[in-house]
């Protein structure tokens, strides 16, 4: 089955400990990317990757970072985690075209 | 991608045809316009896209005018389970641009 998958689903963490959410995309795309949904603001691109080794950044991309070594793979990197990145997040990827593939989303508390 | 403008939110009653408009002032020549369904705590997901006319698939409507400057999707018949947040996208998505959804229009469709 065609699919992005993200882990963990639901983090509790707390400020300035370091933390990884993988995610994992079985289509072969190109293209990946991390958005952040926050209540009012809708979702706003962090980072993306047109392909391995290439990444650029998005609206928002302060507090986070990314590596694309394998074109399966995008994680996202949170350093020092503050309360202000308490927020939900996607992982999508898409090849050369118009439709996204979303992953289940995280659930990122941040105390 | 081309900014982008949509109602904030809209109601609307089962059985009955929602549209939504989305004006986009600014699209470029090669831009495509671009629509996605999300479902609370979900990821987006795609629903139609179009260039010009009009294009049908079973789930919408994408009616786009001769001047491309705004496009409506229309949901024929909507039932409850068509609440959702609907998010319009003009652009190229494999052009190496970041994305910007915008916070889409909140539809709440009434018994």
């Not at chain 1, 190109?30 to 998005?58: A, C, F």
């Not at chain 1, 020092?80 to 439709?99: H, I, R, V």
């Not at chain 2, 904030?8 to 369904?37: F, K, L, P």
Request: one cysteine or more; charged letters at 20%; hydrophobic letters at 30%.
């Amino acid at each position: 089955e065609a699919q992005v998958t993200q882990n963990p689903r639901y983090l509790i963490t707390v400020t300035g400990k370091k933390l990884t959410v993988t995610c994992s995309q079985n289509m072969n795309h190109e293209y990946m990317s991390w958005y952040r949904q926050d209540p009012g603001l809708g979702l706003r691109q962090i980072y993306y990757s047109m392909n391995v080794e290439v990444t650029d950044k998005g609206d928002v991309p302060e507090g986070y970072k990314v590596s694309r070594k394998e074109k399966r793979n995008f994680p996202l990197i949170l350093e020092s985690p503050s309360p202000n990145q308490t927020s939900l997040y996607f992982c999508a990827s898409w090849t050369g075209g118009y439709e996204q593939y979303f992953g289940p989303g995280t659930r990122l508390t941040v105390t | 991608l081309a900014k982008t403008t949509q109602p904030i939110s809209m109601d609307s009653y089962e059985g009955q045809e929602v549209n939504i408009t989305c004006s986009h002032n600014n699209i470029a020549t090669n831009d495509y316009i671009t629509w996605y369904q999300q479902f609370p705590s979900q990821g987006p997901r795609f629903i139609i896209q179009g260039y010009k006319t009009k294009v049908t698939n079973e789930v919408a409507s994408l009616f786009i005018p001769a001047d491309r400057k705004s496009s409506t999707l229309s949901l024929p018949r909507v039932s409850l389970s068509d609440t959702a947040v609907y998010y319009c996208l003009v652009g190229v998505l494999n052009r190496d641009d970041k994305i910007i959804f915008g916070k889409g229009t909140r539809l709440h469709i009434l018994p």
